[in-house]
């Protein structure tokens, strides 16, 4: 049985491993380790939880074979966080990578605007968020996106994630 997972990037990012189906096998955000809060103010940033990243793959391996795509880090410009957004996305590349080159799992690494051609084809709009949010609902109704229970909207880095994995399925499956 191959898995198709696909990573989004970012600490706002996740982790989606699909069936040789199409079927959502896991859905994983990236994993943090939370800033303390001192009065109601937050110390510090989320940080990467590393081994729990490992460990979200070392369980996904055993189920057989694995392909990954990853989305490709992309710079940021100053006004959506500039170059604190672009290390952060560079960093979890390189977490990403490390884990996946070690446990022997291929992975492909592919820019936004590629999958998102495919995924997001003949979906009106310019909001990306947004069409990847729509997307997903089509392909599978009933998910919940949210990030947590107390979240009110569907989250795009859980749909990117997902869509990525679709689009590495359609075109390892020749679709």
Known sequence: MTLYIGIDLGKDGALAALNA????????K????????????????DEYD??????IL????????AIAIVE?????????GGS??????GYSAGLWHGFLTALGIPFEIVSPQTWQK????????????LKS???????????????????????????DALLLGEFGRRRRQGK
Not at 21 to 28: E, N, P, S, V
Not at 36 to 44: F, H, L, N, P, R
Not at 50 to 55: Q, S, V
């Open 50 to 55: 590393i081994p729990a990243m490992g460990e």
């Open 133 to 159: 949010i729509l997307v997903a609902r089509r392909l599978w109704p009933g998910q919940d996106f949210r990030r947590s229970d107390k979240a009110r909207k569907d989250d795009d880095g859980i749909t």
């Open 21 to 28: 189906d199409g079927t959502i096998h896991a859905l994983h």
């Open 72 to 80: 490709k880090a992309q710079a940021f410009p100053p006004k959506f």
């Open 84 to 89: 604190l957004a672009s290390f952060a996305k």
């Open 30 to 45: 990236t994993p943090l380790l939370k800033a303390s809060t001192k009065k109601g103010k937050k110390q510090g940033r």
């Open 58 to 65: 070392v369980e996904l391996v055993p189920h057989g074979d």
């Open 118 to 129: 495919v995924m997001l084809r003949d979906v009106p709009g310019d909001d990306t968020k």
